[in-house]
């Protein structure tokens, strides 16, 4: 997948629901989307014994890397496994599909299954996990909605309802990760394009309230939420 730019803001629900609408007029929904709901996402985030991969990020490193289980239904089949490169603003990202069945013995720490299936993104996870000793840290799960513009390759999405657990890493099943992440009543906006964002969807997300933080659930959920 080619390098990105990602930025990230919160943004009150209200205008949510106003940029949405707007949007909605002139690009396509995701994929993925369901109705006006949107879409479930559930990630799996693994890291380090000493935890690297969050402290790089609270450290501000410039070149890191996150590696993530994600399903878009409780009862998926499959999953795939990312790993979610970052150096400054651009990020790209490495993806495989992995069946359910392997993904539950990865995350019980049977990496083995990985080699089985050919695949260079599994086959780089497989030695990230055995050299440096990755385990599962946390559980995120959220509704999104997304909109994409073909002709520009610019995708901007929403994040609301962010859940954590650091306890039950079920990432198949019903069950619902429990602590709630963030501001109530706000919603995580992610603008990614690629060499340049379009004039046009830029002056109506400057028609709205936003402030551009570094915002990760990743952080976010490690460190904990509101009840």
């Given at each position: 997948?080619?390098?990105?730019?990602?930025?990230?803001?919160?943004?009150?629900?209200?205008?949510?629901?106003?940029?949405?609408?707007?949007?909605?007029?002139?690009?396509?929904?995701?994929?993925?989307?369901?109705?006006?709901?949107?879409?479930?996402?559930r990630s799996l985030y693994f890291?380090?014994?000493?935890?690297?991969?969050?402290?790089?990020?609270?450290?501000?490193?410039?070149?890191?890397?996150?590696?993530?289980?994600?399903?878009?239904?409780?009862?998926?089949?499959?999953?795939?496994f990312e790993i979610k490169n970052?150096?400054?603003?651009?990020?790209?990202?490495?993806?495989?599909?992995?069946?359910?069945?392997?993904?539950?013995?990865?995350?019980?720490?049977?990496?083995?299954?990985?080699?089985?299936?050919?695949?260079?993104?599994?086959?780089?996870?497989?030695?990230?996990?055995?050299?440096?000793?990755?385990?599962?840290?946390?559980?995120?799960?959220?509704?999104?909605?997304?909109?994409?513009?073909?002709?520009?390759?610019?995708?901007?999405?929403?994040?609301?309802?962010?859940?954590?657990?650091?306890?039950?890493?079920?990432?198949?099943?019903?069950?619902?990760?429990?602590?709630?992440?963030?501001?109530?009543?706000?919603?995580?906006?992610?603008?990614?394009?690629?060499?340049?964002?379009?004039?046009?969807?830029?002056?109506?997300?400057?028609?709205?309230?936003?402030?551009?933080?570094?915002?990760?659930?990743?952080?976010?959920?490690?460190?904990?939420?509101?009840e």
């Amino acid at each position: 997948m080619p390098p990105r730019h990602e930025l990230k803001y919160y943004i009150p629900f209200a205008d949510y629901k106003v940029l949405s609408s707007m949007l909605a007029q002139s690009m396509k929904k995701d994929s993925h989307a369901k109705g006006e709901e949107g879409y479930f996402v559930r990630s799996l985030y693994f890291d380090t014994l000493d935890c690297r991969a969050y402290y790089e990020k609270i450290d501000g490193v410039n070149r890191r890397m996150k590696i993530r289980l994600r399903v878009y239904a409780p009862q998926s089949k499959t999953a795939k496994f990312e790993i979610k490169n970052r150096e400054g603003n651009a990020v790209w990202k490495e993806v495989a599909p992995i069946s359910c069945e392997d993904a539950k013995k990865v995350m019980q720490g049977e990496y083995e299954c990985m080699l089985e299936h050919n695949n260079a993104t599994l086959n780089k996870i497989y030695a990230i996990f055995n050299a440096e000793k990755y385990r599962p840290v946390l559980l995120v799960e959220y509704q999104r909605q997304a909109y994409v513009d073909e002709a520009s390759g610019t995708r901007i999405t929403f994040d609301r309802c962010i859940r954590r657990d650091t306890e039950d890493f079920a990432l198949f099943g019903a069950n619902a990760a429990r602590m709630g992440i963030g501001e109530p009543q706000t919603v995580v906006m992610e603008l990614k394009f690629g060499r340049y964002f379009p004039d046009w969807i830029r002056i109506i997300i400057n028609g709205i309230s936003h402030s551009r933080q570094s915002i990760s659930k990743f952080c976010l959920g490690m460190e904990g939420g509101f009840e």
